[in-house]
T-cell receptor, first 114, second 112 residues
Framework: DTAVSQTPKYLVTQMGNDKSIKCEQN?????MYWYKQDSKKFLKIMFS???????INETVPNRFSPKSPDKAHLNLHINSLELGDSAVYFC?????????????FGQGTRLTVV | GQQVMQIPQYQHVQEGEDFTTYCNSS?????IQWYKQRPGGHPVFLIQ?????EVKKQKRLTFQFGEAKKNSSLHITATQTTDVGTYFC????????????FGDGTTLTVKP
């Protein structure tokens, strides 16, 4: 029973397309995150929701829009995809906000924009 | 900007040698966490340190939190090939400064 699951695992798409990545956690956590990991393995926080409220919104292009329909789900929609968006996107969850407690990560979505 | 700085970025060791990665913060941290990411995998939580000067051990791994709560280290004794991966430290998100949480990571390779 996967704690944090995200789909799809791989996503290959053309420039200009719009795509979504979905994430679900069954841990009962209040906080969820989206991270971007580039080719150098740097992990950069993008967004975080706590109880469906956006609490972290790092400087990312507004082509990226998170949506949290409920505490257990956090989706990421990306409009007008660009080559530079290619990366691995990780969803994570934790009991307390702002990375103050252990975070559980999903398996990642490898996005390739061609 | 980065809240926590981590060095080295890469470390290559012979199996059996020791390994250490260091994290430094410009601000006092309420806690620090360590994660391990295997090649092709996702970050997995290892430990959280909260107290000043805290030292915790997990088998061959020793984690330390500095007295000023601004630095931390992870030391692996007698590395094994199963230790390969990228080790990250992570501090709490600084809402005032808008700074990210994870260090840049140290990628460890172990030669058998």
């Amino acid at each position: 029973d996967t704690a944090v699951s995200q789909t799809p695992k791989y996503l290959v798409t053309q420039m200009g397309n719009d795509k979504s990545i979905k994430c679900e956690q069954n841990l009962g956590h209040d906080t969820m995150y989206w991270y971007k990991q580039d080719s150098k393995k740097f992990l950069k926080i993008m967004f975080s929701y706590n109880n469906k409220e956006l609490i972290i919104n790092e400087t990312v292009p507004n082509r990226f829009s998170p949506k949290s329909p409920d505490k257990a789900h956090l989706n990421l929609h990306i409009n007008s995809l660009e080559l530079g968006d290619s990366a691995v996107y990780f969803c994570a969850s934790s009991q307390a906000p702002n990375m103050n407690t252990e975070a559980f990560f999903g398996q990642g979505t490898r996005l390739t924009v061609v | 900007g980065q809240q926590v700085m981590q060095i080295p970025q890469y470390q290559h060791v012979q199996e059996g040698e020791d390994f250490t990665t260091y994290c430094n913060s410009s601000t006092t941290l309420s806690n620090i966490q360590w994660y391990k990411q295997r090649p092709g995998g996702h970050p997995v939580f290892l430990i959280q340190l909260v107290k000043s000067g805290e030292v915790k051990k997990q088998k061959r791994l020793t984690f330390q939190f500095g007295e000023a709560k601004k630095n931390s280290s992870l030391h692996i004794t007698a590395t094994q090939t199963t230790d390969v991966g990228t080790y990250f430290c992570a501090g709490p998100y600084n809402t005032n400064a808008g700074k990210s949480t994870f260090g840049d990571g140290t990628t460890l390779t172990v030669k058998p």
